[in-house]
Structure formats: C-alpha cells, structure tokens
C-alpha cells in the first residue's frame, strides 16, 4: 500500500514444506489483490534439517526457546531457499514478520550498500556486551580484531541482501562457524539470543548503515 510501484514487489515467503500450500493460500485471501507471480513460497526441507543441525539452545543462556526455532536462522538462508526456483533476485529485502511496515520499500531496493554484503540500522540502546561474553571469547581465542564491547548493535529485524557480496564474503558461513563454536563450548559464548548474536559477530565491520528510520 505504500510503495508508488507496487507491480514491481515480489514476497517471499519461507516455510515448511507441509505449510506450504496452506500459507500461500491464507496470504492471497489476505491480500486478494496481489497480482499473479508476486508471490514466492519457499520450502526446504534438507536445509531445515542443516539449520536444525547447528542449532543449540541453552537456558543458561536466558534466551526463549521459541528463538532456537530453524526459522529464527531462515534469513541467513534467503538465497539458499529462493535458489530452490531458480537464480536468487541480485537484491533481497529481510522483513521480520512483525514489521508494519509504513515507507516506500523501494528504497531499500535503491540504497546504496557501499561494497557491503547487507545493510543493517544500528541499535545504540543496546551494545554488544549485552549479548557477546568477551571473557569467554578470550578464554577461546575467539577474541577478533575489531571486535569492541561497547559498539552499537545493528538489528536484523530488517535487513538488506546483496546476494553476490553475500555469497563472495561467505557471510552464512561465517555464522555458521559461530554457531558451531558457541554449540561446542562449555560455557556460553552468547547469551540472551539466538540467531542476533552470530549475526553480530559475522558482520561487524562488514555491513551498510541503514537510516535509522527503517527500525522505528
């Protein structure tokens, strides 16, 4: 409703294979006015079971386990799942499904990413000592270069993909080994999350600033 072309959109949506048919047709009876090919429902369920695969979930780590579902991670995975029917678009738009979403998204399909593999808004209310340990992460050797406790954390309730960069930089891969470290040590790496925390780490350094009116 809100973008001026709206003919252009196409919506994604990533699921299990059994809720597959059912999701589609709920959105379209939502939304009887989307037009024919505009939206995409995605499943993979090999994939599903290799997120399953490396994710743990701890209660020391005080994060809800609801969060350790293989879908918290699916936005990691948009070019794998969208490849499933052919090339990935070159650009990809991550919306939470919470997000009431009130601007032209167009504009994140234009803005400029400088290079980066994906552009976040950064969050100065909260640092990343609120979800990194960095005493564990010494005691491993985990400690990068570039890694400041004190440095905002950029949200992934809405993000910006660019498809190349990401697969070039190997960014899922680099969750991935977060992932596998914090599954392999004996005290938490990370606490209160789990899918933002891996983000944080993989991406440091390496992501575009959004305006910080897309995280209202």
Known sequence: ANTRVPSSLVFHIVTTPDRARAVASTIRAALPLLPMGSLEVHHNASLQRHIEGLVSFRKSSGARKSLSSPFNFAPFYLDDFLSRSGSPPP??????????????????????????????????????????????????????????????????????????RWRDLRIREDIEVWMTRYRESKNDLYKFGMSQPPWLLALNGRYARLGAEWNC
């Open 91 to 164: 650009r990809v738009i991550y919306l939470d499904t919470d997000v009431v979403l009130i601007g032209d998204v167009a504009e994140l399909h234009r803005v400029d990413l400088q290079g980066f593999p994906a552009g976040a808004v950064e969050d100065c209310s909260q640092q990343f000592d609120i979800y990194i340990d960095f005493k564990e992460l010494r005691a491993r050797g985990f400690d990068r270069k570039g890694l400041d406790p004190k440095a905002c954390v950029f949200n992934r309730g809405v993000f910006v993909v660019d498809v190349a």
